[in-house]
């Protein structure tokens, strides 16, 4: 820290004096997962255009929100070559994705995390929340059509009739329905 109280930087790291004091519950944590996962994050997480964050945004809104993190860090961080974040560095990174900063600490918040970010990823996509918004104050057995509809689309497609995250969920009604012969109109594979 600077005579004013200020955290000064160390080199090009992006990390401060203060983080380097500081011991923290990250210093077991092992570097290859904390790189996989931060890595995921990247991946999966979409930001406010629906396209993957860069480095240098993450960098930006952990600042934005009281995390000073700089670019390159960040980025040794992912590539696993800086091993050892802080806790508050792992605070700053999760609070720029939007994440819980356990995702990088436990399994079961892990993967709770995943799943907010499939609904994410969900919410980002338009046509899904259009799907969604037209079933409003449908009869459950419109609804009950529409998902029996969904299910063909996607088997035609080659997909499996629920998606994996429907499955885990344990949602899927593996029963086929009473009318499992719906077609979409101009299939003619029965024929």
Do not use: W
Not at 17 to 25: E, L, N
Not at 130 to 139: E, I, M, N, Q
Request: charged residues 30%; hydrophobic residues 35%; without cysteine.
């Amino acid at each position: 820290m600077t005579s004013g109280g200020a955290e000064k930087p160390m080199g090009d790291t992006g990390r401060t004096d203060t983080d380097r004091s500081k011991t923290t519950d990250t210093d077991a944590l092992d570097p290859g997962l904390f790189a996989r996962r931060l890595e995921e994050l990247f991946r999966t997480v979409p930001g406010p255009n629906g396209r993957a964050y860069s480095a240098k945004a993450i960098a930006a809104r952990s600042t934005e929100r009281g995390f000073r993190l700089g670019e390159s860090y960040l980025s040794q961080l992912r590539s696993g070559k800086a091993k050892s974040p802080s806790f508050r560095t792992v605070e700053g990174i999760a609070a720029a994705f939007g994440v819980d900063v356990h995702y990088f600490l436990e399994d079961r918040a892990a993967q709770r995390t995943r799943d907010e970010i499939d609904l994410m990823r969900l919410q980002a996509d338009t046509n899904v929340q259009l799907a969604a918004f037209r079933l409003a104050g449908l009869s459950s057995d419109s609804v009950t059509v529409v998902n029996e509809l969904i299910k063909v689309l996607r088997e035609q497609q080659g997909l499996p009739k629920d998606p994996p995250d429907v499955i885990a969920a344990g949602l899927s009604d593996s029963k086929p329905s009473a009318d499992s012969r719906l077609r979409v109109v101009g299939d003619n594979s029965d024929d």
